[in-house]
């Protein structure tokens, strides 16, 4: 079902549609790779979303997820945004079954950013557009998780709405290039060249040799995330440090990440940033162009090579490295901590709103719902059960990456 919208900012009007077959993907795929260019992480490309709905999605008794991509077009056809969607049953049937609509990302962390990907000049009209169509067919959902709307972005009446409330905010951080290394490193922070020093200093006071191995092949992939997966881990067992998860030590987690990382490298947009001491990995660092943007995924070492601040002098060569390759920016991703923060990054906001859908059935069953989880909150053994029926692939809440 579409619906069009008087005009924004530009003539004309906009039309949306939902798109709920598998087929999509396919039907989709041209035009979603002409405009996932301009997007400034790899979370909402045509890739992520088609890995993430084979890897990830739900269908337990606790949750059952149902596709629900929405396009955002002209009147004349031409595409302005997709959004990567689905609606989410909790639990699967029943009296109290709520269903929620949001983006494609319910593990927030292996998706650390949730939203549409659109053409620039377009993107607030396509949230705009976005709600006043889910708005128009709020019979068929309860509540719907709006995701990476830009700090700046005025919703207007809708944000004074009774049935909308803001639910935090999710930070990236940026660095934008120069021409060379040697720009960039004269306008760093002094703490951060004093450890750029370090980092490289100890390795040469040592007699340790280093050298970067960059995995871009989907033959590389293979070998490439078997070291990951185990720096990865051996990174989240450390005590006297900021703790990290274990974010991937899942099958299901593994399986989305290899096929992601297979499928960004068959067009030629994965960069897996491995760091050699002699023969031996020591750091990797994953890394997804989108854009004219590297972005740096998650990263792992080796705890034995810990004093020589290796993830530091990793994250310094994927620099070198980006700069080599005329990027305009790396992206450090999200989370606030001083591993980013000692770069003086620019760092990029966007919201998360709840919008409660005005439907009857909707507020009767929110109530319902309420009383309910109340009822479990009260009762362990009942709560234990929930949890393992409604659970995703990953831990909660992890350290930056």
Request: glycine share 6%.
């Amino acid at each position: 079902m579409g619906i069009d919208l008087g005009s924004g900012l530009h003539s004309g009007r906009l039309v949306v549609t939902e798109h709920v077959s598998p087929t999509s993907f396919a039907e989709l795929e041209s035009e979603w790779r002409a405009i996932e260019v301009h997007a400034r992480t790899p979370f909402a490309s045509w890739d992520w979303a088609v890995a993430w709905w084979a890897q990830l999605r739900e269908d337990k008794l606790g949750v059952t997820d149902s596709l629900s991509i929405r396009t955002v077009r002209t009147r004349e056809g031409r595409l302005l945004a997709v959004a990567p969607m689905l609606l989410s049953r909790r639990p699967s049937f029943g009296p109290i079954r709520m269903r929620q609509l949001q983006f494609f990302g319910a593990d927030p962390n292996i998706t650390e950013q949730r939203g549409l990907v659109a053409l620039p000049e377009w993107q607030a009209e396509a949230y705009q557009a976005l709600v006043a169509h889910a708005l128009r067919d709020a019979d068929s959902w309860d509540s719907m998780l709006l995701s990476g709307v830009p700090a700046d972005l005025d919703l207007g009446a809708l944000a004074s709405s009774p049935s909308f409330e803001w639910r935090g905010q999710t930070t990236d951080y940026a660095l934008t290039l120069p021409n060379s290394w040697a720009a960039f490193r004269a306008n760093l922070p002094r703490n951060i060249k004093e450890s750029l020093r370090k980092c490289y200093n100890s390795l040469k006071r040592d007699g340790l040799d280093f050298r970067l191995q960059v995995a871009e092949s989907v033959s590389s992939v293979e070998p490439a995330l078997k070291h990951f997966f185990a720096l990865h881990a051996a990174r989240s067992q450390l005590a006297e440090t900021v703790h990290h998860f274990d974010i991937f030590s899942t099958a299901s987690a593994q399986s989305f990440l290899a096929d992601v990382c297979r499928r960004f490298a068959a067009r030629g947009a994965l960069r897996i940033f491995q760091l050699l001491i002699g023969d031996q990995v020591v750091a990797v660092r994953i890394g997804f162009v989108a854009g004219d943007t590297l972005y740096l995924y998650y990263s792992g070492y080796d705890p034995a090579f810990a004093q020589y601040s290796v993830m530091t002098t990793t994250v310094a060569e994927a620099i070198q490295y980006g700069i080599l390759h005329g990027f305009s920016r790396i992206n450090l991703s999200t989370g606030n901590d001083v591993s980013k923060a000692r770069w003086s990054p620019t760092e990029h906001v966007t919201r998360q709103a709840l919008i409660t859908s005005n439907s009857r059935r909707a507020k009767l069953k929110h109530r319902m719902y309420r009383q309910c989880v109340h009822a479990i909150g009260s009762m362990p053994a009942l709560r234990r059960v929930t949890t393992f029926l409604t659970r995703r692939s990953a831990p909660p809440a992890p350290a930056s990456p």
